[in-house]
């Protein structure tokens, strides 16, 4: 196999395994030039193998991917391999996002790689109320003395992060919040909102349900892409937090379904 039959094949892996990455990402990954990636893209678009989005590519689920047939069964997600992707776009939607909490809010706040730049980047005085089902957000809100931490327990799912149980769905059905900060693994035009695994689908239905305002914060590499549980359709939402690279595709879809777009 030569060198770039080789990187194509780990591109694919990469993008098969997170939600997408950035050309300057894949370039950094393989130490090669980010014309090399842009080569090696194009070429994976060619054949319908990624989707490519002015600097950013995911996996292309679609049947129309000649790998897909191969790997109809498998989704790998963990929240430790997705976590270096997207870095700098995921933190500048992190802190946008911290704007937005006020004094005295109760706002729910998801798993995710994206919502845990918002906790990583609370200031130490904002005092509120934080109702999270993350190990890693309740590590960040723990140096955070003003901020009351509503946590459900349950069973601790290595992949995402996320503690999840019956008892602890019933505690979040009976809380109420000003603001929830949604994440996602992808976002379509019309299947909607979706993420990795379905033990995440209740927790966030419910939050959904029961906040006065849903915000999603998202990089551009989750639009146009699926993965396997459905969360809600995109008018659930009232504002999305995203990054540069969005396609305007995306941003005009947005208007016209009256989602408000912040663009960081």
């Known amino acids: 196999?030569?060198?770039?039959?080789?990187?194509l094949n780990k591109i694919i892996s990469i993008l098969k395994k997170s939600n997408g990455a950035s050309v300057k990402e894949l370039a950094?990954?393989?130490?090669?030039?980010e014309m090399t990636i842009r080569r090696d893209l194009k070429e994976l678009e060619e054949k319908n193998i990624i989707d490519n989005f002015y600097g950013a590519a995911v996996f292309n689920p679609r049947e129309d991917n000649p790998i897909t047939f191969a790997d109809k069964n498998e989704f790998n997600y963990t929240i430790s391999e997705n976590s270096h992707l997207m870095d700098f776009e995921k933190n500048k939607i992190g802190k946008k996002a911290v704007e937005m909490i006020q004094e005295g809010d109760v706002v729910?706040?998801?798993?995710?790689t994206t919502t845990e730049k918002l906790t990583q980047n609370i200031p130490t005085d904002?005092?509120?109320?934080?109702?999270i089902f993350s190990a890693n957000n309740l590590i960040h809100l723990l140096a955070r003395p003003n901020v009351k931490i509503v946590m459900p327990g349950g069973e601790f799912h290595r992949d995402t992060g996320m503690f999840e149980s019956s008892e602890g769905l019933a505690i979040i059905e009976n809380?109420?919040?000003?603001?929830?900060?949604?994440?996602?693994?992808?976002?379509?035009?019309?299947?909607?909102?979706?993420?990795?695994?379905?033990?995440?689908v209740a927790i966030k239905k419910s939050v959904i349900k029961n906040s006065l305002e849903v915000i999603l914060l998202a990089d551009s590499s989750k639009f146009s892409n699926i993965s396997p549980a459905f969360i809600c359709n995109?008018?659930?939402v009232d504002k999305v937090i995203t990054d540069s690279l969005i396609n305007e595709k995306w941003v005009k879809l947005l208007k016209?379904?009256?989602?408000?777009?912040?663009?960081v």
């Open 126 to 131: 904002l005092d509120f109320t934080a109702v």
């Open 1 to 7: 196999m030569s060198k770039k039959e080789d990187r």
């Open 108 to 112: 729910a706040i998801d798993v995710g």
């Open 175 to 200: 809380t109420r919040t000003t603001k929830l900060f949604l994440s996602a693994a992808g976002i379509h035009e019309r299947l909607g909102i979706t993420c990795a695994y379905s033990y995440e």
């Open 256 to 263: 016209e379904k009256g989602i408000e777009l912040i663009i």
């Open 234 to 236: 995109l008018d659930c």
């Open 28 to 33: 950094s990954e393989f130490d090669v030039s």
